[in-house]
C-alpha cells in the first residue's frame, strides 16, 4: 500500500482521468459481459452501465457509473454524472438479477448525480430514494466496489450493498471537498481543507467500520499498475462473494438491513452528559 497521503492527495488521485474504468473492470474481471440497456420508462442513461457476465464461472449482474475517457463520451455520459434513467435502470437489472438468484457487483465511480433540472423534473430524488429501499431488501448477494470518487445519494444509489469495498485511492462522501468547503467555510477554494476533516478516505472509513475492506493500489494510483489492482480486486470480490453465498433470502437481506442500521446506532448516554458538561464550564 502507499504511505502516508493526505486526503486531498487522495482525491486528486481518484479524479486521475487515467485511472481504471468500468470497460476496465469489465474486460478484465467478467467475461462474456452482455450489456443491457435502457430504464423501461423513459430513456437510455449512458452514465450507467450494466449488464449480464460471468465471474469465475458464475453468473453476475455488473452495474457501474461511466464517465468515458474521450470528450465525446465524457458528453454522452454526462462526465459520469447519472440520471433518473440510469439509477431506474440499475434497479431494474437489479430486480432482474434477484429474479434468476444472481449476484450482483456494483462498481462506483461519481463525482454525484446530475442536478440539472431535467434531472429533477424526471424524478432524481425519488429514483435515487427507491434504489436505497430496494436494494435494502434484495436477496441476493450484493458487493459494492468504489473505485475512484463516490460522492453523495449518486454513489449511495449503488453503495447498499453487503460487503463495501473501496480502493486504497478512492473516496467517500455525502459531497465533493469542494461542495463541503462551500456550505462550511463559504469557499470552495479550501477544499483541500475541506477533504482533511471530512473522514473520506479508504483507511478513514475502515476505521469507522463504513466501509469492509480496501483494495492495495500501486503507489501513484491504479493507473500506474492496472494488473496489480485488477488481481487484488478479482481475489477480494470472490473471497467476499464465497462468503455471502452462504446466506439465503430473507437473511441475507435483514444482515444487509442491520449492518447499514448499526452505522447510525449511538449512546444516548453521550447525549445527556454533553450539555451538563456544557453547564459545568459556563462561568
Do not use: C, W
Not at 423501461?40 to 457501474?64: N, W
Not at 446466506?247 to 452505522?263: D, S, T, V
Amino acid at each position: 500500500m502507499n504511505g502516508e497521503m493526505t486526503a486531498h492527495e487522495r482525491v486528486q488521485i481518484a479524479r486521475n482521468p487515467q485511472r481504471p474504468g468500468i470497460r476496465d473492470y469489465i474486460d478484465a474481471l467478467f467475461p462474456h459481459f452482455f450489456e443491457l440497456r435502457g430504464d423501461r420508462l423513459s430513456g437510455e442513461d449512458e452514465a450507467i452501465l450494466g449488464g449480464v457476465a460471468l465471474f469465475h464461472g458464475q453468473p453476475v449482474t455488473v452495474i457501474g457509473t461511466r464517465k468515458g475517457r474521450t470528450l465525446q463520451e465524457n458528453l454522452r455520459a454526462n462526465f459520469g454524472m447519472p440520471s433518473p434513467e440510469g439509477y431506474r435502470k440499475a434497479l431494474r437489472l437489479m430486480k432482474q438479477a434477484e429474479k434468476f438468484h444472481r449476484p450482483i457487483i456494483t462498481l462506483i465511480d461519481t463525482s454525484g448525480a446530475y442536478p440539472g433540472m431535467k434531472a429533477e423534473e424526471h424524478g432524481q430524488g425519488e429514483a435515487i430514494a427507491r434504489n436505497l429501499y430496494e436494494m435494502s431488501a434484495l436477496t441476493v448477494p450484493v458487493i459494492a466496489v468504489i473505485t475512484g470518487e463516490g460522492n453523495s445519494g449518486g454513489a449511495l444509489a449503488l453503495g447498499v450493498a453487503d460487503r463495501v469495498l473501496m480502493l486504497e485511492n478512492a473516496v467517500y462522501a455525502i459531497l465533493s471537498p469542494e461542495g463541503f468547503a462551500s456550505i462550511l467555510y463559504k469557499d470552495a477554494s479550501r477544499a483541500g481543507e475541506a477533504a482533511g476533516v471530512m473522514k473520506l478516505t479508504a483507511p478513514e472509513l475502515a476505521a469507522l467500520g463504513v466501509i469492509d475492506g480496501i483494495i492495495p493500489e500501486p503507489q501513484g494510483g491504479a493507473h500506474t499498475d492496472p494488473a496489480s489492482v485488477m488481481q487484488a480486486l478479482d481475489e477480494a470480490i470472490a473471497a467476499q462473494l464465497r462468503e455471502l453465498m452462504k446466506l439465503q433470502g430473507k437473511a441475507l437481506a435483514e444482515q444487509r438491513y442491520q449492518k447499514f442500521r448499526r452505522m447510525s446506532a449511538f449512546e444516548r448516554a453521550e447525549l445527556v452528559r454533553q450539555p451538563a458538561a456544557r453547564q459545568e464550564n459556563q462561568p
